[in-house]
Every structure is written in C-alpha cells, then in structure tokens.
C-alpha cells in the first residue's frame, strides 16, 4: 500500500472538464464508439462491439475500489524499479482523456524482472479508482508494454494542492490543449518537447499492486496495475 504527496492537477481537471461537456462519444483503435452515459455507457460496453466483450465477461475488471483493510503487504514485492529519462512527446486530446504520447524512448520499469517501457502517460478526471471509496480530482496513468505486448500501468492520484514538478512542465501546453479542445469538438495535438519524466520516479516505495485489465474498451485483461495512493497535500 503507499503514500505519496498530492500535486496541482487544475489545469488537467479544467482540460478534461471542458471535454466531457463537448461531447460524450468517443472510439477505440479500430474506430468502434463507446461513451460514459446512456446506451453507449460503461453498463453497455461489452454489446457494442464483438471486440468489447470482456467489459461484459471478463473476471478481471478495472477500475476498483480499493479497500484498505482488505489489502495484504507483500514484502517480496519491493519498490518499483523505474528509470525514467527525457524524450520529446506530444499531447493529445483523446475525448476520454487526455495523453502524452512519447515519440522516444522515456524509460522503463521493471516487475517480476521484466523490463516494460513506457508509451504513454494519460490522465482521467476525477479518478476512476477509488480508496476505501473516496475518489481523487485526477488519476495519472503512466502505460508500459514488454516487449512481448504484455501492459503494466502505474497510476497516481491527485489532489488539486501543492504545485507537481512533472505537471508543471506541461502546464503551458496543457492550456494551450484546454483552447483547442474548447473551440472543436476535438482539439489538434500539441507538440510538448522534451519532457523531464525524471520527477516520477519520485513515487516508487509504496503501492498497491493488482491484476485488472483496461478502463476504456476493449477492456483487455492482465493488466498488472500499481496504484499509488493515500495522497498527503
């Protein structure tokens, strides 16, 4: 289970705001759609689309809620081994998040002695996890892949508070997204340059670990999922 310090999301929440007010549709890779209210809500995504059925079916679903007092501390698992360094990256409006898209390589971390690398990093607003049922203004998903096609996620959670030294190098470029995706139903991506991921690895002794899949569809599972939570302003 973990603590980790809260950071000044308002520009991430404002952005993702502005988005779900534009519009509620979205699509996956393959241009299947898919919202969060309504018929094509989370309840309905396993029958819009044969790829979508483990959002339905599946036995290893996120997000969750994490209840504390159902958590069992694992001592063989460790911090997380990350090595982060800077690469140039794009932001990108997504309707359903917003995300940076790494054009180089940024980094790794390392589980069970594999090395994931990171692709991208994204964020919902609020949280779609929850602890012990509260939710946070802002979860940061930071996406990995091995290089057998298997996925890790890391995830923080914010609250709007104390200034972040990764957000804050976005904080430009995320106000420059929150007007194009305010004036278009999508707005152009943004080149962001190169940006420090160094600062991450700032959250790495203490997490919650599970094995989930997607929060968007088509719900892929085994996911493993670290989940920094327990936030102090």
């Given at each position: ?12 929440a ?80 997504n ?38 049922g ?49 004036r ?35 719900c892929?599972e085994n ?11």
């Amino acid at each position: 289970m973990g603590s980790t310090r809260g950071g000044d999301a308002s520009a991430i929440a404002l952005l993702l705001l502005c988005a779900c007010f534009l519009t509620s549709l979205a699509c996956d890779g393959n241009g299947a759609k898919f919202g969060y209210t309504g018929p094509l809500g989370p309840d309905h995504w396993g029958g819009l689309d044969p790829n979508f059925t483990q959002c339905a079916m599946g036995t290893y679903q996120s997000p969750v809620d994490i209840r504390t007092s159902d958590v069992v501390y694992n001592p063989m698992l460790g911090p997380l081994h990350r090595e982060y360094t800077a690469a140039n990256a794009t932001l990108v409006d997504n309707i359903f998040n917003i995300a940076l898209r790494c054009e180089d390589a940024a980094g790794t971390v390392q589980i069970d002695g594999v090395k994931y690398k990171l692709d991208n990093i994204h964020w919902h607003s609020p949280s779609e996890h929850t602890i012990n049922g509260e939710r946070f203004a802002v979860e940061q998903h930071m996406v990995h892949f091995s290089d057998d096609g298997n996925i890790s996620v890391v995830s923080i959670l914010y609250r709007l508070g104390r200034p972040d030294p990764f957000l804050m190098q976005l904080r430009d470029k995320l106000s420059e997204l929150y007007v194009e995706a305010c004036r278009a139903e999508k707005g152009a991506p943004i080149p962001a340059g190169v940006v420090n991921m160094w600062p991450l690895r700032r959250y790495a002794n203490m997490y919650y670990r599970y094995v989930g899949s997607l929060t968007t569809p088509p719900c892929t599972e085994n996911v493993i999922w670290n989940i920094h939570g327990r936030l102090v302003l």
